[in-house]
């Protein structure tokens, strides 16, 4: 298994590649040298950015700053670090709190990490080869992160006022409004 620690990361982002309604997320993490890009779903960093908000306010609400804000995270508006290939695609992320380091730990796996199984398959010479990133931020890189974040979905399709699924540009085929164009 491949665990790659980015502690500290010089910068850890969420972007996207392509038009609104067909974009590619990605996570973005590099400290000098090592770039990992890592596909993501738009529901997967949707939740992580909500869950980083939560823990922020429930365990460091005087550290994490908004960005902008003295002592807070410069904010991060620059695109993802290019040319990239998709690294792998992250199947489980998971969120910690380190309280001896007052930091956000931050988890990207291939894999789920609770049904390791190092047994080789039919196919397989050996062992599965796993992939892990793990990233250590701040309050206030991680509160940057998550604004970010939450910025970067919502400036996606807008959603149907009636049913809330994403329009398009032609319209859509509304539910509720009995399968009739909107």
């Not at 779903?41 to 939740?47: H, T, W």
């Not at 085929?173 to 164009?181: D, F, L, S, T």
């Amino acid at each position: 298994m491949t665990v790659q620690d980015f502690d500290p990361a010089d910068r850890f982002v969420a972007g996207t590649v392509g038009p609104a309604g067909q974009r590619a997320f990605y996570l973005q993490a590099s400290s000098g040298p090592l770039v990992v890009t890592v596909g993501v779903e738009k529901q997967q960093v949707s939740v992580l950015a909500d869950r980083i908000n939560d823990v922020l306010d429930q365990l460091a609400p005087v550290a994490a700053v908004e960005p902008g804000e003295p002592g807070g995270a410069p904010e991060d508006t620059e695109p993802l670090q290019t040319p990239f290939d998709e690294d792998w695609r992250v199947q489980t992320l998971s969120l910690a709190w380190d309280e001896d380091r007052q930091k956000v730990v931050i988890e990207c796996h291939d894999h789920d990490p609770d049904e390791v199984d190092d047994e080789p398959g039919d196919d397989e010479v050996g062992p599965l080869a796993r992939n892990s990133i793990r990233i250590s931020l701040g309050p206030a890189e991680a509160r940057a992160f998550a604004r970010r974040t939450n910025a970067l979905v919502a400036a996606g399709r807008p959603p149907c006022p009636f049913c809330g699924n994403p329009l398009d540009p032609t319209g859509h085929v509304c539910p509720r409004a009995n399968g009739y164009k909107r």
